[in-house]
């Protein structure tokens, strides 16, 4: 058997040794969770998925430019939907005898 005083030495020098390793842990969680680092890394990540994204679309757009065209003018369609609903609304005529006085109170009711 050890003596009581060897075991206290190793058990304090494992204790040390843990005690080091979870400094080292949280130095490593530390600089991993700086928030202006994630916020630089988050933000570098939606720069490439935005670029990724436009080179995609711009490839599908140089393979069907009939595609493109044609959503294209749809889009044109819809945002001046109502000047062109405006060119096709019938005109109202002028009335040859307008009422300038409300019913019941003149002489040409």
Known sequence: MTDPATRLLDAEAEAAAARERLSGTLRKLQVRLNP?????????DV?????????????????NPGAVAGV????????????????F??????HR??????PGLGPKD
């Open 97 to 102: 005898f307008k009422r300038n006085h409300e």
């Open 72 to 87: 294209t003018a749809v889009a044109g369609l819809f945002l001046a939907r109502h000047r062109l609903a405006g060119l």
């Open 36 to 44: 202006r680092d994630l916020a630089k890394q988050a933000a570098r």
């Open 89 to 94: 609304r019938k005109k109202d005529k002028p």
């Open 47 to 63: 720069a490439d998925k935005g670029q990724a994204a436009a080179q995609a679309s711009l490839d599908t757009a140089v393979r």
